[in-house]
């Protein structure tokens, strides 16, 4: 079993910055790929960032592009979403998530992870 634990949500005035951490324990962090998900109220829960095993490899969602970092820290068993330029779209519930192994194709899809945080709150104001 995995535990995820989001931290760093917050408000936030428009164009400001947040970093989010995901903290990793109950099995071998670098054996994992890890995702962030929003869910805003009303809406879906939708994608926004991945990253592969070693950091390498990273994939945005178009509306986050430019904006936002996704990184990790195996060492300290702990992934990041660095979020500047916020917007007040971005306002949102934000999620991480991790699994042993999500095809490329499926990185996007939340169904293929299997392990997820309790979420942390990004509030952008106006």
């Known amino acids: 079993q995995v535990q995820l634990v989001e931290s760093g949500g917050g408000l936030v005035q428009a164009g400001g910055s947040l970093r989010l951490s995901c903290a990793a324990s109950?099995?071998?962090?670098?054996?994992?790929?890890m995702g962030w998900f929003r869910q805003a109220p009303g809406k879906e829960r939708e994608f926004v960032a991945f990253?592969?095993?070693?950091?390498?490899?990273?994939y945005y969602a178009d509306s986050v592009k430019g904006r936002f970092t996704i990184s990790r820290d195996n060492a300290k068993n702990t992934g990041y979403l660095q979020m500047n330029s916020l917007k007040p779209e971005d306002t949102a519930v934000y999620y991480c998530?991790?699994?042993?192994?999500?095809?490329?194709?499926?990185?996007?899809?939340?169904?293929?992870?299997?392990?997820w945080g309790q979420g942390t709150q990004v509030t952008v104001s106006h």
């Open positions: 998530a991790a699994d042993s192994n999500i095809p490329p194709i499926r990185r996007q899809d939340a169904k293929k992870y299997n392990y």
């Open positions: 109950g099995r071998t962090f670098s054996s994992l790929v």
């Open positions: 990253v592969n095993w070693s950091g390498g490899t990273t």
